[in-house]
């Protein structure tokens, strides 16, 4: 989980950072967006509005279902199409005076549109993080399906990056043909291309990323080699067209998702946060023996997840719950409000907020027949290890705490350090990576101003376009004014939010001084979004200035962020690697937990 908010924020392959919704694909799990008519409700009618809101570098399909109940109460459902139908929770839509409104909290988004005569179209805008776009939205039939004419696909080796890059074109050779550039690896897709052919010569060009690809095409017409361009580098780079068929085959491969039957109990539950008004909805393993059992409560990393905490298709906390039931440990994993069956609004909720849907948890554990409520204790991954000591400081009743990559200290220096880290772990020059820095270290100062009239938002983004610009030219490379604009606005995005100011001020140190219970760290050598060199250390001395001699700090060679074996620790890694967590983290984790909570 990337700590800068987005688990899915592209590298778009030299780095430049390009818009990507709040609502990124990332553990909003898989529910369909039509349920069959059987289970809908007699008494409503239904349409469906249907836009592509033009993001610059890509273009999203939104579907809004709208139900009108006999009561002429209105509501919708909503979901991004080209983002694996990420669900979008739709707080109000309403149609007043000629004017169609949507509220969706979750991402922090909104739009307004005036309808015509017949109530079939609106035209408006679409806003998200202060940044409006124009989009129609129009009542259809069904769905326009999106089906390519042609895919090709091809590796690109950049330094230690292996980068699976893939190409779909639609009306292929017609005046409407369109091209969307996916970058499989960083599991970002729909980017907007455009493709040019005079005989065997093709080129693509990639403008929002400011990168093309120019190649012969051969006499079978199935592969085209040629140059990578971008950013002053050329790379040889080959395409080859696939089958239509064969495009199931790029799905990756997940060999340790668990698979039925299974030799524990698996209860689907749902908990309330009263003090906040929200309801968890979550997965209880328990198992298969008499007695009542210690549990861990499994807490995300940032970035609106799952249950599973699933990226990449990998199921972490499955795997983890999966490990633990069956040595005897029950587990608890729950959708983060707003995200899969849970209620609330993620879009304004910090780690605070977070922090206490843990604790009602706790509270809803405790009462639980099969739970020994002496023995409940947190596994946190990522910013879930940031929360897992909140918890524990304020609430005696926690057992134990296992922090996998935990942060020591406070968001500045973990955003800014990983950025170089991240940047340098994926082949970018030392010139490149400092110019990603200046650009962080910028949005970091600007948010951590107090007391200036001028708002942040308005400050940073002038700010950091500068920072571009100055970063494009000192590397000999163009950037034009709204390139700069755009990579300005899309940082600018990424820490203006509730969430990220409560990460800037918050100093993990605080809490862990006050957690006197028996705790795991656990941090991948190869880490580059939370630096075990950067954080281990602060988090040793906290615990034991606060007192605590039941700890146990451990480095694991050669594993990243996601607890994978790996060779750079880059987030470019993530995808290509089958491995959903190395054995030596589960059994670290649960030999641990054996001799400390089991043995009790």
Request: hydrophobic content about 40%; proline content about 6%; some cysteine.
């Amino acid at each position: 989980m990337p700590v800068l908010r987005s688990s899915r924020m592209p590298l778009a392959l030299a780095m430049l950072v390009t818009f990507v919704p709040a609502w990124s694909t990332t553990g909003l799990g898989s529910s369909t967006p039509f349920e069959p008519a059987s289970a809908r409700t007699a008494q409503q009618t239904e349409r469906i509005w249907y836009g592509v809101l033009d993001v610059q570098v890509t273009q999203l399909r939104l579907v809004f279902r709208e139900a009108v109940a006999a009561d002429g109460k209105r509501s919708a459902t909503s979901f991004s199409l080209d983002q694996d139908n990420a669900a979008m929770k739709v707080d109000s839509f309403e149609i007043v005076d000629g004017q169609l409104t949507i509220e969706l909290p979750q991402v922090g988004a909104r739009f307004v549109g005036q309808l015509n005569a017949s109530e079939t179209e609106a035209v408006g805008e679409f806003t998200q993080g202060g940044r409006p776009l124009p989009l129609t939205l129009k009542v259809v039939d069904e769905i326009p399906t999106l089906e390519p004419d042609e895919i090709w696909a091809g590796t690109l080796e950049a330094g230690p990056r292996r980068l699976k890059l893939r190409f779909r074109v639609f009306d292929a050779g017609k005046p409407t043909e369109n091209v969307m550039f996916d970058s499989l690896n960083e599991g970002v897709t729909g980017l907007v291309a455009t493709r040019k052919v005079e005989g065997t010569e093709v080129r693509i060009e990639m403008s929002g990323l400011g990168a093309s690809f120019a190649g012969t095409l051969n006499e079978a017409g199935d592969e085209i080699e040629g140059e990578w361009s971008q950013g002053g580098a050329e790379l040889p780079f080959t395409l080859k067209k696939l089958d239509l068929t064969d495009a199931a085959s790029l799905k990756p491969n997940r060999p340790q998702t668990p698979l039925p039957p299974f030799p524990y109990e698996s209860v689907e539950v749902a908990f309330k946060n009263a003090a906040d008004g929200v309801t968890l909805a979550g997965t209880l393993t328990l198992p298969a023996k008499d007695g009542r059992f210690p549990v861990a409560v499994m807490i995300s990393g940032s970035g609106p997840q799952d249950r599973d905490e699933t990226l990449f298709d990998h199921k972490m906390f499955f795997v983890i719950a999966d490990d633990l039931a069956r040595r005897g440990i029950a587990v608890l994993r729950f959708d983060d409000r707003g995200v899969g069956k849970s209620t609330g609004n993620f879009a304004i909720a910090t780690s605070e907020d977070f922090s206490r849907d843990v604790e009602a948890a706790m509270v809803w554990l405790a009462r639980h027949p099969a739970i020994d409520p002496d023995r409940i204790g947190l596994i946190g991954h990522s910013e879930g290890g940031l929360i897992a000591p909140m918890v524990a400081a304020r609430n005696d009743k926690v057992a134990f705490a296992v922090l996998l990559a935990g942060t020591g200290v406070d968001g500045g220096q973990i955003a800014i350090n990983q950025t170089r880290a991240m940047s340098l772990a994926e082949g970018l020059p030392e010139q490149s990576a400092d110019a990603q820095v200046r650009m962080v270290e910028a949005a970091v100062a600007e948010a951590r101003k107090s007391g200036d009239p001028v708002p942040f938002r308005e400050r940073a983004v002038a700010v950091l376009k500068a920072r571009a610009q100055e970063g494009a030219e000192s590397s000999g490379a163009e950037l034009e004014d709204s390139q700069a604009a755009a990579i300005a606005s899309a940082i600018v995005d990424r820490f203006d939010s509730p969430w990220m100011m409560f990460f800037l001020f918050h100093d993990p140190a605080v809490p862990l001084k006050k957690t006197r219970c028996p705790v795991l760290v656990l941090n991948g050598a190869k880490d580059t979004q939370v630096d075990p060199k950067l954080n281990l250390p602060s988090i040793a001395a906290a615990l034991k200035a606060g007192g605590n001699s039941q700890f146990r700090i451990v480095e694991l060679p050669s594993l990243n962020h996601l607890f994978q074996e790996c060779e750079t620790g880059g987030i470019s890694e993530y995808n290509n690697i089958e491995q959903t967590i190395a054995p030596l983290a589960l059994d670290t984790i649960g030999e641990w937990l054996e001799s400390t909570i089991l043995k009790k």
